[in-house]
């Protein structure tokens, strides 16, 4: 919805004519739906900001979200819909501090009256209501941003990759094995490698409650890929269990290693790298 010159015109005239007022009563509207959430101060500089956007758009002319003039105004209300997104707030919340500028807009043109009063305020609303709809969609795209930035970051403290021994490091897999957890495990898993140019790596998997045919394929392609660097995997965590289900689904692990536990996986690395290891007698008691 654009306002035509004359609308804009008017519209400006109308909210520069009473800054303070429109901006005090604004942020009395909102404050109201905010509950406290956020400060007096704050809400009064981003309705000031949405303010002087509003007035100077209309100054230059028509008020078309969509036209080139509408880029200080895009830019407020884009300002707006990150900022709440980043601290919590609901995209309801967000979109009635834009809605609120309709009761400003309706006290103003009651009062100022004129033959324009009911097809200007009809026009204003049509406005508020596209920047509205222009403020939730911006507020939906930063918080799937967000979101997805979130889920990334748990992706990777969910996969870490630990030096145990020099020359050894270890992936300790908790929850399901998905193809997109796979890809970051063998990343993560390669670029260790690279850094610490350990020769042998340990892939448990105590923590994944099942495996079936996909989660040990993604397993199968992490040992490829790792061996491809120039390092042996040996599949720790082997429970009765996840056994049975892998001789009843006929899965083949090859020449690949496997150990019940961590530890002993890391006894057979130690082993192999010729550090002899020896269990340590109980305590007698005293």
Known sequence: MALST????????????QNERVTTRWTEIVTSSLRGRLSQAELRRQVQDLHSAIVATGEQGTIDLSADNAGELRAALSELSRGRARQGFSATETTISIFALKDVL???VQESGGPNALQDYVAFSKLVD?????????????????????????L??????????????????????DSARAQVV?????QTLVDTGSP??????TGVPAVDTQVAQHILKTVVAARLMGADCIISGIRPQIAQTIVALGIEFGDIATKASLADALRHVLRLTGVETAR??????V
């Open 6 to 17: 004359e609308e804009s015109g008017r519209l400006a005239a109308l909210l520069s004519g």
């Open 156 to 177: 990777e403290l969910s996969t870490p990759v630990v030096k145990l021994w020099e020359g050894v490091v270890a992936v300790p897999l908790v929850g399901t094995l």
């Open 200 to 205: 042998y790596a340990i892939i448990d998997i």
């Open 106 to 108: 309706a006290e103003l």
């Open 130 to 154: 596209e920047m509205g709809l222009f403020t939730f969609e911006s507020f939906v795209r930063t918080r799937e941003s967000l979101i997805a930035d979130q889920a990334e970051q748990l």
């Open 186 to 190: 063998m990343e993560r898993l390669l």
């Open 280 to 285: 340590r007698p109980p305590r007698r008691a």
